[in-house]
């Protein structure tokens, strides 16, 4: 029965694709799909989702055939030809760029790829609760978990030891774990792959003392690691300074500064899997500072963007590239600033940076709000409903959330005594 049921599905496929002419778009896209995915003859899949996005050309059919165009193109090893179709897409349905992002197996074959950012946007979530106002806390995305991890912080009088969880189905919910790190700010957090954890390192005790404590978190509570070497103790304020490499397989630490206020620029990797740490020492290093990471899944690589070093702001952008720190020298860059907002965004395929304190760290960056591509030389504007938009702050937690499909700010510093507990969305439409 089993080979009858194949045989009828195999001519059926083959019927379809051979006579587009007296059949639906959908049954031409369902043909198509099954020659790819099922028969495993890509060539013939291409055919057929060219002659659907030619013949359906405006139509979402069409949209879907070039999406599943660079796939099938993805599958025969042809990133130029996948990056084609994907550019296609985008450039003749360009509220179509997360359909693109959705698609594509190799972030490589996008690289070239310009969506357009007429079609980005704020969006203030609804939400029935938050955490308290704050800044300084660590964030990242749980990809195990399928929620954004936050912990910790601090306002002038409190310093925070809570855990919190955001994903579109639930919008913030704190969790109540049976062991967890002592209060802290200014740790860094980021998420593991290669355990599915989140890892935890340094911050500063309510005591203003640092910590030089690891921990892990495993989706249900924390677990405290005892690693026979460490970095030493050190917070970095109000930035992250930890970011996975997906190339290395490892979580990459860089600066911070210690309880006697000395300013680090080393670096150092943390292997999940021996639950270790280990000092790097590359020839070329950014100059000592507490800064902010971000890795960069297109170029492969960890990036850096400015910082502070005794009141001095950065301007500076460097890469890791797992051996050595080389200086980026883009074409134009963001004004000099630290405590700023730095993470990947796997549909715009770019570093995006926002806010941070300028100049000598006593006033707010003058605009209401600023998001740049790093590397991409341009300054990234929403393209409707300007006048919604965060109040310009520091001190914040900005992350990409894969449940809403958008770049997660919360909190920081609204003025020199104000902390928010807003949450926004920057999101590609």
């Not at 989140?198 to 911050?203: E, T």
């Not at 005892?226 to 600066?255: C, E, H, I, Y």
């Amino acid at each position: 029965m089993r080979t009858t049921i194949t045989l009828t599905m195999i001519l059926t496929a083959r019927l379809l694709a051979s006579s587009p002419s007296g059949e639906s778009p959908e049954k031409l896209m369902a043909a198509a799909i099954y020659q790819a995915k099922v028969l495993g003859d890509p060539p013939a899949a291409i055919k057929q989702f060219r002659s659907i996005a030619a013949r359906y050309a405006g139509k979402p059919v069409a949209a879907q055939a070039l999406a599943d165009l660079g796939q099938a193109q993805e599958q025969l090893g042809d990133g130029g030809r996948a990056r084609d179709a994907y550019m296609q897409l985008v450039r003749e349905y360009p509220g179509q760029a997360r359909l693109a992002a959705r698609m594509r197996q190799n972030l490589a074959s996008t690289a070239d790829a310009k969506f357009k950012t007429q079609g980005v946007n704020w969006v203030s979530p609804h939400l029935a609760a938050s955490p308290p106002g704050r800044c300084c806390m660590g964030m990242a995305y749980d990809r195990a978990m399928g929620a954004t991890l936050l912990y910790g912080g601090r306002t002038y009088t409190t310093t925070f030891g809570d855990t919190w969880a955001f994903s579109k189905a639930k919008g913030w919910t704190q969790l109540t774990p049976a062991v967890s790190p002592p209060p802290l700010a200014g740790a860094s957090l980021a998420y593991d792959a290669t355990t599915k954890t989140v890892v935890l390192f340094g911050g500063s005790f309510a005591s203003n003392t640092n910590s030089n404590e690891t921990w892990t978190w495993d989706g249900v509570t924390w677990t405290q690691q005892f690693p026979a070497v460490s970095p030493p103790a050190r917070n970095w304020n109000a930035t992250n300074g930890m970011v996975f490499d997906f190339q290395l397989g490892k979580v990459v630490l860089f600066g911070g500064y210690t309880d006697q206020f000395i300013i680090m620029n080393d670096t150092w990797e943390w292997d999940g899997k021996s639950k270790t740490w280990m000092q790097q020492f590359p020839a070329n290093s950014p100059s000592p500072r507490t800064t902010t990471l971000a890795y960069d899944e297109t170029a492969k690589q960890v990036v850096l963007f400015g910082g502070w070093t005794n009141g001095i702001a950065y301007g500076d952008t460097w890469a890791y590239d797992g051996v050595n720190w080389v200086q980026q020298q883009p074409v134009t860059s963001p004004q000099t600033r630290a405590e700023n907002g730095l993470a990947f965004d796997p549909i715009l395929g770019k570093v995006v940076l926002f806010g941070g304190l300028a100049g000598a760290l006593r006033r707010l960056w003058a605009r209401p709000v600023e998001l740049h591509l790093a590397m991409g030389r341009t300054e990234l504007e929403p393209g409707v409903q300007t006048s919604l938009r965060p109040q310009s702050s520091s001190g914040v937690s900005f992350t990409y959330d894969r449940t809403t499909e958008g770049m997660l700010l919360f909190g920081g510093w609204v003025t020199d005594s104000s902390f928010t507990s807003n949450t926004w969305l920057f999101k590609v439409f």
